[in-house]
């Protein structure tokens, strides 16, 4: 994984509430058995017609927006616990996802994938939809070390939360793997110990 400190970025805004995991990744695409080609099928259903050409009223098929934070309503990630939908999300460049509520194992799964799911108050979220809106240059700033997320174009900003060890796995880019072998030498002499 990717070491995760901060992010400027501008915003995809999504101001969708209740996006559930087959909304993200339908059912359809979960055969593959590696995480190559999500991204190319994140929200399938709404980004693409039938024949395959792109919905020009979906904002993943809008020039005017871009970025790597993907702003969403309330309620994201709630369904199956499919961890395909945070492939699919980082398959497509999204490092962070920011909503007023996430469900927990959608939440679990990201932080598992290298995506940062962060939680700000209905009024913040408000405030950066009506901003992206007005200005699809409007850029966050958020600070994993500091847990900050700021509007660069007001200067407000709020808190997030996020467990200690997820945390700094972001920061030194391990996963769960990674973060065990990190501690191979303190496992051995502790294994030594008790011969």
Known sequence: MEKFVTLTSTVVPLPIENVDTDQIIPARFLKATNKEGFGDNLFADWRYNKDGSPKADFVLNNPVYG????????????????????????????KVVVSS???????????????????????????????????????????????????????????????????????????DIDYLLSKRELIEAYEASRK
């Open 101 to 175: 509520f996430f469900a927990d194992i959608f939440k679990n799964n990201a932080l598992n994938n290298g995506v940062l799911p962060v939680v700000v108050s209905a009024e913040f979220l408000a405030e950066i939809f009506d901003g992206a809106n007005k200005d699809p240059k409007l850029t966050l700033t958020v600070d994993l070390e500091n847990q900050t997320i700021k509007n660069n174009a007001n200067g407000k900003s709020e808190s997030f939360e996020i467990n200690s060890y997820k945390k700094e796995c972001l920061l030194k880019g391990l996963d």
């Open 67 to 94: 970025g790597n934070i993907l702003v969403a309503g309330k309620n994201f990630g709630s369904g199956s616990s499919r961890e395909h939908a945070a492939w699919a999300i980082d398959g497509y460049g999204f």
